[in-house]
Each structure stands twice: as structure tokens, then as C-alpha cells.
């Protein structure tokens, strides 16, 4: 039974003063006949005439005692006891219940906040839809979700977690010998060589850098098998990251794979399931020239799920039922500073500067939308250690000596006078950068901070870079799962602390390399080296009797397929 909200006026408690003031009867009888005054009903009548007899009964029974009133409501102490007993039972029984639905089966599927015993269907062909794919070659295309689906259809040699964690698969493990040599140990189970893997790497670089993976796989100059349980890698730079680089997939028809490949063409391609799960027997992924007509399709159920990045496309969808889950696709919003500069390189000017951005507001001026989020650091999955506050803003400066002068803060550095007057470069060809500048400069100049926007080409911001002619740039960054930040040095080493963490994970083994990168990651908030701003995701638009379908992140949406279910309609 699905719960309701009881009005909790009409259980509202009457104290025995209020029933023995008239006041009370007669305001209540006032706002009953005031809500029905426009009613003709002869049996409203009758009950105003009620209204009135009660008002009328209250104010003839004004003297009864105080100890009557008590006798009549007299509740034994023993009940009151036994009833509190009585609700703790049923809040222990009821607790048993909800740990049981919550280690119930799949068929207990939980939607709209209903909990209902559901059928599903049996060996569902489920059908996702996708708008001007660029291929389907699983060696060329970059497209995530076709990548993550070929996943299904091959052998992973490991996967990364959310939190850079790393889950063997056909590796056992990985030991790093030197710089560009690696050991690794591999799973019987899935039946992989150094060969397999060589043959996949050869693929991969063959197929040019269109490929997501060619970059890890033209690192590798060569595979070599030790014994039966052992390989090899030597590679031509060093890469303390290696380890994470293992993630491409190779494809070989063993008996371990979920699903694999029935048919495919330019448009379109069928995965057929691999074992005896019954809930999802095939996934078809189709390509569409236009996106109205894949909209189309699924607002006529000819499709289960599709991708959408814009507003424009969720208007498309208009009265049809369905759910939505967000996915980070990697494109993000940064204010980068000059550690050189005399402002930047301040720790509480940083700080200030964090604390004065409203973000949520930043991200309405750019799209009145949900696609984006907040972000505060260069890591795909970071959280937001520093949130909005006004205060806080100022009370960092207050409290390390800087004083306002003409409403600007300032103070003695070093024998010199520093006031906080930035210099921020904007790409004057990109309109929604230019716009949270802007929005950049009104937040911060609120708490004492001014902002004067350069708004340059992108060539003559590299020249303002190359000179150090700059406290802050605002720019796009292409964030993944992969964990390597490098090539934000010139931007995130601002210090000796944050220098001595970066040396720390450049000479990390595959032991100890997620301790080491979630320090780099935690000496990045405490500096505040960089400050994000948002975030873009995609929303994943699947119909209303889709279920299962939970954690999703970046380039991982199908996290777990043999969840996925489609209710069957009752």
C-alpha cells in the first residue's frame, strides 16, 4: 500500500483550557462557515446548525470542575506502559522487514518510492539508441558507451574504481621492476597469453589515434611470456601510471564473457548474452542521423534508452513517462592561477577567492539546466571541500592581516604593499566562458577582491602564460577515470608541499599507488591549487519500465547488466 501524508490538522490536539473557551469554538465556527460560504448544500446548513448547538452546549457547561474534566479523560498508568511496549515491538518488527527488502531478490524492484513483488521479462532484447555514432568499429570509435558495451564482449585484464582503487580480472597482479619493465601474474580462468595481448596492442596502434586506448597501447613496445602464470611488459617511456593503462580490453571468445558480438553494420550492432541469465538475452545498439527521430522511437517504445547532453533534447521527449540517471562525461570548467604571481601564490587569497564563488549560481547564468555539476578539483569523481561562504571569505583575510582600503583588501608582503587586484584571461570567442567570468568578477569583488577580465584569443593567452603576465585563466580541461593529472603541473605544483606529493606518486609501484594518489588528491584540496567550477554530464533517458539500472559513473553505466530488468506491464 503506498503511504500517505495524514492531515496532521485534523488530528490536532484541543487542550482542556481551549475547550473551555468560547473563543475557541467560535473561531473554529467562524473559519467552517467561512470555507463553506459559498455552499447551498441543505446538509451544510445542518451542520452549521451543529456548530452552533456545541458553541451554544460550551458555553452552558463553562463552570464544569477541573477535577471532572480529569475523571473523564482518565487514562490508567499500566496502559500507557503496556502501549509504549507495544509500539517498540512494532518498530522492531518493522525494522526486520526493511532489512529483508533489502537483501530481497531481483524481483523485488523498487520504483516510485513503491515496494512491489514484479515479473519481469524473460530474455529481453533491451535496445539503445544513439544519436550520429561516428562508427562501430570497436578499434575507431570513441564513442564511451559503445567502448563500455565491447567490454561485455571481451576480457578486461583489470577495472578501476571510482575511488582509483584497482580490481584484477585477468590479471592477478602487476609488480613493477623498474621504470619500463613489468611484471604481471596472470588468472588461469580466463585463458588470456602474452600473444592475446600483444595481438590486441598491435590492433589498437594499427588503428590510429582515434582509438580511446592508443595511447596506453603505443607506450607498450612488447609483451613477453615468462612461464604458463607469468608476462612480461617492457615499455618505450616511463609511465608511473602503467598500471592503469590495462584497462583495454582484448577481445577473445572464451566462455567468460557476458555477452558477445552476433551482427553489426555502419549503423548498428547486436550483442547476444553469453550465459544462462535469463533477464537480458540481447542489446541492441542503434545509430540515428537525427535525433528527433530517435526521440521519436522511444517516446513510441521502440527503444529502451538513449543519451542526452542539451536541454533542447529532453524538450523533445514532452509527455512520456521515464527515468533519467547523470553521467560525468569528462568535460570540465577550471580557474587556473600563476603560482608566480605575488596574489595567487598566497594560500588565503586562493582561499578567499574559493569561498566567494557561488557556483550553483555560475552554472544558471551558463544553462538553466541540469548538466552540470559542481567540481573542485582536476579527479572526475572529486567532492566539494569548499563550499560558498561569505564569511569565510573574509575572515580568511581578516585573520592573516588583511585590512580593506577603499573597499579593495590589501596588505604588507615582503616589505611591499599587495592589494587584490587579479588579472584574469578569457577565451573572448567563447561565449559562456566570457559569461562566468563575468559572474567570476561580480561574486568576488563582493568580498574585496577585484577581477580585471582580459578577454584575449587563445593565441594571445598562451603569450600572457608564456610571459607570466597573469593571475588567473579560466579553461576547459578534459578529465577521465585515469588518474594521471600531469599535464597540469605547470598549474597544480604552486609549492614545495604540493611538489614533494607529486615526486611521492611519480615513483609509486602498482602497491602502494592508490595511497599515493588519494594524498596528491588531498594536498590538492588542503593548497587549493586549483579551483573547479563545474562539470558537464550526459543524461542517460531510459523508459519508466526499466529497472536496475543504479550506479553509474564515468564510462561505466552498465555497471552490473545482470541487474537490468524490464517490469512486465500488469
Not at 488530528?11 to 475547550?19: H, L, N, W
Not at 446548525?49 to 458555553?59: A, I
Request: charged share 30%; aromatic share 10%; net charge positive.
Amino acid at each position: 500500500m503506498k503511504p500517505k501524508i495524514i492531515d496532521e490538522k485534523r488530528y490536532k490536539k484541543i487542550s482542556r483550557k481551549d475547550i473551555k473557551n468560547k473563543n475557541y469554538t467560535k473561531k473554529n465556527s467562524k473559519n467552517y462557515s467561512k470555507k463553506y460560504k459559498k455552499s447551498k448544500n441543505s446538509k451544510l446548513n445542518k451542520i452549521s446548525n451543529v456548530n452552533k448547538t456545541y458553541k451554544n452546549s460550551n458555553l452552558n457547561n463553562k463552570n464544569i470542575s477541573k477535577e471532572k474534566v480529569k475523571k473523564q479523560i482518565y487514562i490508567p498508568k499500566t496502559f500507557k506502559i503496556f502501549v509504549v511496549v507495544l509500539v517498540i515491538g512494532l518498530i522492531g518488527y518493522i525494522s526486520k522487514i526493511v532489512i529483508n527488502f533489502d537483501s530481497s531478490t531481483l524481483k523485488n524492484v523498487f520504483s516510485n518510492n513503491d515496494i512491489k513483488n514484479v515479473d519481469y521479462e524473460k530474455n529481453y532484447s533491451f535496445k539503445i539508441g544513439i544519436s550520429k555514432l561516428d562508427t562501430t568499429d570497436k578499434y575507431k570509435t570513441n564513442n564511451i558507451v559503445l567502448n563500455e558495451l565491447y567490454k561485455l564482449s571481451s576480457i578486461k585484464m583489470l577495472d578501476v574504481k571510482t575511488d582509483y582503487s584497482i580490481e584484477y580480472i585477468a590479471l592477478e597482479s602487476v609488480e613493477k621492476v623498474s621504470d619500463t619493465v613489468y611484471l604481471a601474474n596472470l588468472n588461469k580462468l580466463y585463458d588470456i597469453t602474452a600473444n592475446d595481448i600483444k595481438n590486441e596492442i598491435n590492433k589498437i596502434v594499427e588503428s590510429g589515434n582515434t582509438n580511446i586506448y592508443y595511447d596506453f597501447a603505443f607506450n607498450i613496445n612488447d609483451v613477453e611470456q615468462i612461464d604458463d602464470t607469468k608476462i612480461k611488459f617492457t615499455l618505450k617511456n616511463k609511465n608511473s601510471y602503467f598500471v592503469y593503462t590495462l584497462v583495454f580490453p582484448i577481445n577473445k571468445d572464451v566462455k567468460n564473457l557476458t555477452f558477445k558480438i552476433s551482427d553489426s553494420s555502419s549503423s548498428s550492432i547486436n550483442f547476444i548474452r553469453n550465459n544462462d541469465l535469463d533477464n537480458i538475452s540481447s542489446i541492441n545498439f542503434k545509430s540515428y542521423e537525427s535525433t528527433d527521430d530517435m526521440v521519436t522511437d522511444f517516446r513510441n517504445d521502440k527503444i529502451d534508452m538513449f543519451f542526452a547532453s542539451s536541454d533542447s533534447i529532453m524538450t523533445l521527449i514532452g509527455k512520456h513517462d521515464y527515468n533519467v540517471k547523470k553521467y560525468r562525461d569528462g568535460q570540465c570548467l577550471f580557474l587556473f592561477g600563476n603560482k608566480n604571481s605575488n596574489k595567487y601564490s598566497i594560500k588565503e587569497v586562493r582561499q578567499a577567492i574559493t569561498f566567494s564563488l557561488n557556483r550553483d549560481e555560475i552554472i544558471n547564468e551558463v544553462s538553466n539546466s541540469t548538466f552540470y555539476d559542481k567540481i573542485d578539483i582536476p579527479y572526475i569523481y572529486s567532492d566539494i571541500k569548499y563550499r560558498y561562504d561569505v564569511y569565510g571569505a573574509d575572515n580568511v583575510l581578516l585573520s592573516n592581516g588583511w585590512t580593506k582600503t577603499s573597499g579593495i583588501y590589501g596588505k604588507n608582503v615582503n616589505g611591499s604593499y599587495v592589494s587584490l587586484t587579479l588579472k584574469l584571461l578569457v577565451n573572448v570567442n567563447d561565449t559562456n566562458k566570457v559569461k562566468v567570468a563575468e559572474k567570476i568578477k561580480e561574486q568576488v569583488e563582493k568580498n574585496g577582491i577585484r577581477i580585471n577580465i582580459e578577454k584575449l584569443t587563445l593565441e594571445q593567452i598562451s603569450e600572457k602564460i608564456a610571459q607570466n603576465d597573469f593571475d588567473l585563466v579560466l579553461a576547459d580541461v578534459y578529465i577521465n577515470n585515469y588518474p594521471d593529472i600531469s599535464f597540469l603541473n605547470q598549474y597544480v605544483n604552486i609549492n614545495d608541499t604540493v611538489n614533494k606529493k607529486i615526486i611521492q606518486l611519480e615513483n609509486s609501484t602498482p602497491e602502494n599507488i592508490e595511497k599515493n594518489i588519494l594524498d596528491l588528491q588531498n594536498t590538492i584540496y588542503e593548497e587549493v591549487c586549483v579551483i573547479g567550477i563545474m562539470a558537464r554530464n550526459t543524461n542517460i533517458v531510459y523508459q519508466k519500465d526499466i529497472q536496475g539500472i543504479e550506479d553509474t559513473n564515468y564510462m561505466k553505466i552498465f555497471n552490473d547488466f545482470s541487474s537490468i530488468v524490464k517490469v512486465k506491464e500488469e
